[in-house]
């Protein structure tokens, strides 16, 4: 079954053939570890597992499938929210790295096969830095290491930007020791504690690195010159990704860093762009508070990777009701092997909206065993979500001697042939998420699941 995947490079949906189909690798931008991650930095996490598992999947063997989501553990941004609590760094990072891995493991995400910190890669950083200053490609200025753009003709193909807009997109410093305006930072001179290594291209004092020059580090140590997908949100694409290929292909002198650019489309909530100054930003570890991972997984398959999504309320409704669905009609069978439709569908570009629907259809007796061999296969856990649904069972919305109340008026109405007031009662009990049993020893009650 041939995969199809949609490379932004191309703008195209092409064929994916492998470098080398022994060794398929696959790279993906991961969080900077300086808070909770938010709903927006999970759809990238559970698009590119998805792709994990399929890849795992036709290619299957110990090893064969490599997958490496970083981790950037030094930034402005880092080094701002530890000064602000006044904590050291690591402490910060090691913190934020530990919230992150919880989060995603509840969204039933499988770990990489190597999740690389940028921290343990400046040797990696600094040999790139030092062959790009010797072939022309960099320049070292006032302490600072800069990528040299026109060195570079092709510059731009993955956004496709006009020049102008990606000078006013870049949001790089237009610093006087720069020789061209689009110029970017490889590394620059640490402030007063911050972390800081020895300096590459001869510069005396003590730097650190770029954000760019960081994934192109590690990238090359754990994949190679040139690898088959590298992966991230839409956001990416330029200026990190654009720059990540510059430097990657100027150092090596490769046509290509990835043979396959992918990207996920931007998210939104309840229609508006998430912002803290807009009041609806929200963290994994907030909706996690109200609902399991499960739900949230199958929330995020509904739209396709490439489309914007809307999280929303009623979304995450309907994810439920499905997932419920699908658990109850698969809860006896057992099975390693998603169904064919299933797999159809993913090598159509992760086509997950047709997998969602494929799902509904296998809900019929025959296809309880392929629906249960899919759950698996799409990371989704019916204990994860079984422990949940007990812990978040409805509570009564009144005391039980109310309750004791209503049943009791109910019966009296029964008594009197009321039946038009008994049924009421029934009716207002049920909204309070109580069951009534009526037999000949009387009436029971319960709370509902």
């Known amino acids: 079954m041939e995969l199809k995947l949609y490379d932004t490079l191309t703008r195209e949906k092409r064929v994916f ?15 900077t570890v300086y808070d909770f991650a938010h709903i927006g ?17 036709l290619y299957p063997g110990e090893g064969r499938v490599k997958y490496v989501r970083n981790i950037t553990d030094v ?3 880092i080094n701002a929210r530890a000064a602000e609590r006044g904590i050291s760094i690591r402490e910060l990072t090691e ?50 290491v800069l990528f040299s753009v026109p060195s570079m003709k092709d510059y731009g193909e993955l956004s496709k930007r006009p020049l102008n807009e990606m000078i006013a997109g870049a949001r790089v410093e237009v610093a006087p020791y720069k020789r061209d305006a689009m110029d970017f930072v490889l590394w620059k001179p640490s402030k007063d504690g911050e972390p800081s290594w020895a300096s590459p291209a001869g510069i005396k004092t003590q730097g650190r690195p770029g954000w760019h020059i960081e994934c192109s580090a590690m990238s090359w140590k754990h994949l190679g010159e040139t690898f088959d997908i590298h992966g991230g949100g839409i956001d990416l694409v330029f200026p990190h990704h654009e720059n990540e290929i510059a430097q990657s292909r100027c150092a090596f002198h490769t046509g290509v860093m990835a043979n396959t650019w992918m990207h996920n489309g931007f998210l939104q909530v309840e229609g508006e762009k998430m912002a803290k100054s807009s009041g609806n930003f929200i963290t994994i570890r907030e909706l996690l508070a109200d609902w399991p991972g499960d739900i949230l997984r199958v929330a995020m398959l509904g739209t396709h990777y490439r489309q914007p999504i809307n999280w929303t309320l009623k979304n995450l409704e309907a994810a439920e009701k499905a997932l419920a669905s699908w658990l109850d009609a698969a809860a006896d069978e057992a099975e390693d092997r998603p169904a064919p439709a299933i797999v159809e569908a993913l090598t159509d570009d992760l086509n997950t909206p047709k997998v969602i629907a494929e799902m509904h259809a296998l809900r019929s007796r025959a296809g309880h065993k392929a629906l249960a061999g899919t759950l698996s296969f799409l990371g989704v856990r019916g204990d994860a979500y079984a422990a949940w649904k007990a812990q978040h069972a409805r509570k009564p919305e009144v005391s039980e001697a109310e309750i004791e109340r209503l049943v009791a008026a109910r019966l009296a109405a029964r008594q009197a042939k009321n039946f038009a007031e008994s049924d009421l009662i029934r009716d207002q009990l049920a909204a309070m998420g109580v069951a009534l049993k009526d037999s000949k020893d009387g009436t029971t009650w319960e709370i509902a699941s």
Do not use: W
């Open 41 to 57: 930095n999970a759809r990238p996490v559970i698009v590119f597992d998805v792709l994990y598992r399929l890849l795992r999947h």
């Open 75 to 77: 930034d402005d941004k």
């Open 95 to 144: 913190t934020t790295y530990n919230n992150f891995k919880d989060d995603v493991a509840a969204l039933g995400c499988l770990p990489p096969t190597i999740e690389p910190r940028a921290t343990e890669h400046i040797e990696e950083m600094k040999v790139l830095i030092d062959r790009l200053v010797q072939s022309g490609h960099a320049y070292a200025a006032e302490e600072h």
């Open 17 to 31: 053939t492998p470098i080398d189909p022994a060794r398929v690798r696959m790279y993906v931008c991961g969080p």
